[in-house]
């Protein structure tokens, strides 16, 4: 005998523990509930639908008809098939055609349209619904009160329990699908569970989540058991439920780090313009203010740098530059360069987005930084093409067209000289040139 009352605080506590809604719990177990009572005492074909009462403990069970127009010699509907029994696909004529969808006018096969036998558990002819409802047309439902019975067989038990398990599953891994939808380009943290080659997978708590090679860090070891934070990529349905990709490699997984740690980007005093990223190695993000008296970068650095290297222990020792935005493209540029000094900026082709940046000699090696990382990065960050000159450079380039011109000039005054018989300049004079060069 169930006690419905029990039954009721059971389904509370099912949906509270699988995140899933009460009605969608109470619906499953009504469609097990009317599956049980199907398999013990109804017959073959009946249309049978639970209905509980979460107050009263009550459970009302129905029958339902189909009204169809009538019925011909050999047993078969006739008239226009409706909606209701079209989509009821259960009493097809044909073994090989059970699951075929059947339109209102049926189903133009091989050897003509299909029939639907009727079943008198299921259907009722225009003239026997109007004899229940004087209102009755084809297509309408015609529902009967039934006895409500409780005490289910063994059989039956295990029928309900199958439905259950089954529906259940389905509307968790629906209820899964729609939190890990709406969070998508999200942080999440999680649990490495297990590596099967070079695929880390990542428990989640309601489902596990795939962090393929291409997402992950170089210097991250992924042990099993250790707690991590992800990026939400891209969430996919399955056979097997909810694929949810994860990244540690996304740029976009720093602007979300920060934005956990710093709760004037979430207020909108702290905007984030931009992120480039070598993960593993360095990243620069690129901030700005929206209100007066709020300095953004401090503001992500935190009090003695605690809320950046929050970030940066996160992210396995990655550097990170803070760089502040600025509308103007030259002195965005010179930003950009950090951590090194910029004397100039120029911006040589504005149509293909190229920019020449100096800076003074003992910031060049700085300017470029390990590898060209600096100016690559800072190159992706504010999407113009650098390069970088010192004054060195400058300097050498200079000469070598005096050197060149020198020459000339010379060239021209010894013929000038065996012309003219003229003697060549005195020492005192060829000094005072180079003293003149030389300050200049």
Do not use: C
Not at 416 to 427: L, N
């Amino acid at each position: 005998m169930i006690d419905i009352k029990q039954f009721i605080s059971a389904i509370k506590q099912i949906a509270e523990e699988k995140g899933i809604s009460e009605d969608n719990v109470m619906e499953t177990v009504e469609a097990a509930l009317a599956a049980a009572y199907k398999r013990d005492y109804g017959k073959k074909g009946q249309i049978i639908k639970v209905k509980l009462d979460p107050d009263t403990g009550g459970m009302k069970i129905t029958q339902t008809h189909f009204v169809v127009e009538g019925m011909d010699e050999e047993g078969y509907i006739t008239g226009p098939l409706p909606q209701s029994v079209a989509e009821d696909r259960t009493d097809l004529m044909e073994p090989g055609q059970r699951g075929a969808p059947v339109p209102a006018d049926g189903v133009a096969g091989a050897e003509g349209p299909l029939k639907v036998k009727f079943n008198p558990e299921k259907h009722l002819t225009l003239a026997e619904a109007k004899e229940r409802k004087k209102s009755a047309k084809v297509g309408d439902e015609i529902v009967q009160t039934l006895e409500p019975k409780s005490d289910f067989g063994r059989i039956a038990a295990q029928t309900a329990k199958q439905v259950v398990i089954q529906r259940l599953r389905e509307a968790e891994r629906a209820s899964v699908l729609a939190e890990f939808k709406s969070r998508e380009h999200a942080l999440v943290s999680g649990v490495v569970q297990r590596r099967e080659g070079p695929l880390v997978f990542v428990d989640l708590g309601k489902t596990n989540g795939l962090l393929p090679a291409m997402e992950q860090m170089p210097h991250d070891h992924y042990r099993i058991g250790q707690r991590l934070r992800f990026l939400v990529v891209r969430v996919d349905e399955n056979a097997r439920g909810p694929m949810i990709l994860l990244s540690r490699a996304n740029p976009d997984l720093v602007t979300e780090l920060f934005r956990m740690e710093v709760p004037e980007i979430d207020a909108g005093s702290v905007q984030v313009k931009g992120v480039a990223r070598e993960p593993g190695s360095r990243s620069k993000i690129a901030v700005t203010s929206t209100e007066e008296g709020v300095d953004p970068i401090g503001s992500l650095v935190g009090q003695r740098g605690v809320r950046v290297q929050t970030v940066i222990n996160e992210l396995s020792g990655e550097k990170i530059d803070i760089i502040l935005w600025d509308g103007d493209v030259e002195r965005f540029i010179a930003n950009a360069m950090s951590p090194a000094k910029v004397m100039n900026v120029k911006l040589t082709d504005e149509e293909n987005r190229v920019a020449l940046v100096e800076v003074a000699d003992d910031q060049f090696s700085l300017a470029i930084g390990k590898g060209g990382q600096n100016v690559r990065l800072a190159s992706k960050l504010t999407g113009w093409k650098i390069d970088v000159r010192s004054p060195r450079e400058n300097l050498t380039h200079n000469e070598d067209t005096a050197a060149d011109a020198g020459e000339a000039g010379a060239d021209a005054d010894d013929t000038g000289a065996g012309e003219s018989g003229a003697e060549p300049a005195a020492e005192g004079d060829t000094g005072k040139d180079a003293a003149e060069t030389s300050e200049a």
